[in-house]
Nanobody, 117 residues
Framework: QVQLVESGGGLVQPGGSLRLSCAAS????????MAWYRQTPGKERELVAR???????SYVDSVKGRFTISRDNDKNTVWLQMSSLKPEDTAVYYC???????????WGQGTQVTVSS
């Protein structure tokens, strides 16, 4: 059974920092690209950051320079370090694992991040 378990969300003031964690089980972690998405009510889920097994990363423009995605293939864990947080970063953040051959995609349950004073 595949599980992606997120943690680390919460309430933070503008300008603050949070680190999200996602622990994976039931998959061969190093074979998967890992990503963080976020979603707000009434909007589509948005890809925030992605990291492939070798460590190459990509980010949506709105978080470049503020967020950092990283992974440890031995610990089956991916993190999202979020700094200089803004109210518009408020969303439910989802961990995602995906691979192409064979095609597989898995989601975590989501963790709420609220940026507010």
């Amino acid at each position: 059974q595949v599980q992606l378990v997120e943690s680390g969300g919460g309430l933070v003031q503008p300008g603050g920092s949070l680190r999200l964690s996602c622990a994976a089980s039931g998959i061969i972690f190093r074979l998967y690209a890992m990503a963080w998405y976020r979603q707000t009510p009434g909007k589509e889920r948005e890809l925030v950051a992605r990291i492939i097994s070798g460590g190459t990363t990509s980010y949506v423009d709105s978080v470049k320079g503020r967020f950092t995605i990283s992974r440890d293939n031995d610990k089956n864990t991916v993190w999202l370090q979020m700094s200089s947080l803004k109210p518009e970063d408020t969303a439910v953040y989802y961990c995602n694992a995906n691979r192409d051959l064979p095609p597989r995609m898995y989601w975590g349950q989501g963790t709420q991040v609220t940026v507010s004073s």
